[in-house]
């Protein structure tokens, strides 16, 4: 299992933006396909942005399009999840995970096996 771990989180005012980042101990993050996760307290784990391994393929909730964008550099073993116009509704604990194969696209949250700690975002109105 790859251990994750998230940064960038912090507290911003409504419409601002934040810079998640998810790094890996192992070279290898490449290989797996990566996802980004948020738990609202009180609400269920929802996923808000996915990313293959080579970085061609991408999805996310259409309610987040425009908004939340995912990308990666494989040789910088990173993975960024960029959030623009932040809403107080964003408020969460993000995560990001790893699978190496998901079955299908875009991934459930039960594919993933590698999960960070998570990193917390608050948006204050």
């Known amino acids: 299992q790859l251990q994750l771990v998230e940064s960038g989180g912090g507290l911003v005012q409504s419409g601002g933006s934040l810079r998640l980042s998810c790094s890996a101990s192992s070279p290898t993050l490449g290989h797996y396909t990566v996802g980004w996760f948020r738990q609202a307290p009180g609400k269920e784990r929802e996923g808000v942005s996915f990313i293959n391994g080579n970085g061609g393929l991408t999805s996310r909730p259409m309610s987040l399009e425009g908004r939340f964008t995912v990308s990666r550099d494989n040789a910088k073993n990173t993975v960024w999840l960029q959030m623009d116009s932040l809403k107080p509704e964003d408020t969460a604990v993000y995560y990001c995970?790893?699978?190496?194969?998901?079955?299908?696209?875009?991934?459930?949250?039960?594919?993933?096996?590698?999960w960070g700690r998570g990193t917390q975002v608050t948006v204050s109105s």
């Open positions: 995970a790893a699978t190496p194969d998901p079955a299908v696209w875009p991934p459930r949250e039960h594919d993933f096996r590698s």
